[in-house]
């Protein structure tokens, strides 16, 4: 009898190390894809001088990657919309400008979020990033 409770303890620890191990996979690759697409955001702010230029690069990469996160875009940030309007999910943007050249920048942040079925949206933290100053703006 004392070999049947030993293997349950082991399995029950083997158990919760896959259980862990799985979850620090799925994060990894969440925060990976978070963390592509703000910096393909970034470049498409950059090469196209500005949100008006890219919007339409940004909404296709969006829809065509699978990236669909809940964004929480703070009072001065911004969802970028596409061609209808409509508000594209988990990038938040806002327009920066620098105070001592005049010249502006973006600020780009996507989120990392774990969803699991049965407990919903675990938790939800955000990826920031910057452009380079942008100085050919109208």
Do not use: W
Request: aromatic residues 14%; hydrophobic residues 40%.
């Amino acid at each position: 009898m004392r070999e049947a409770v030993g293997s349950t303890f082991l399995f029950n620890l083997m158990i919760i190390f896959i259980f862990f191990f799985a979850s620090f996979l799925a994060i990894a690759v969440n925060y990976s894809q978070a963390f592509q697409m703000k910096n393909r955001i970034i470049n498409l702010l950059e090469q196209y001088e500005g949100e008006e230029g890219a919007r339409e690069q940004i909404a296709s990469l969006i829809q065509s990657s699978g990236y669909y996160r809940v964004a929480n875009c703070e009072a001065d940030e911004h969802q970028i919309t596409d061609e209808n309007g409509r508000a594209l999910p988990g990038v938040c943007v806002k327009r920066n400008t620098n105070v001592d050249t005049g010249d502006v920048y973006y600020s780009v942040k996507t989120f990392v979020s774990f969803n699991l079925p049965v407990i919903g949206n675990f938790f939800t933290f955000p990826v920031k990033g910057e452009t380079k100053a942008i100085t050919n703006l109208d």
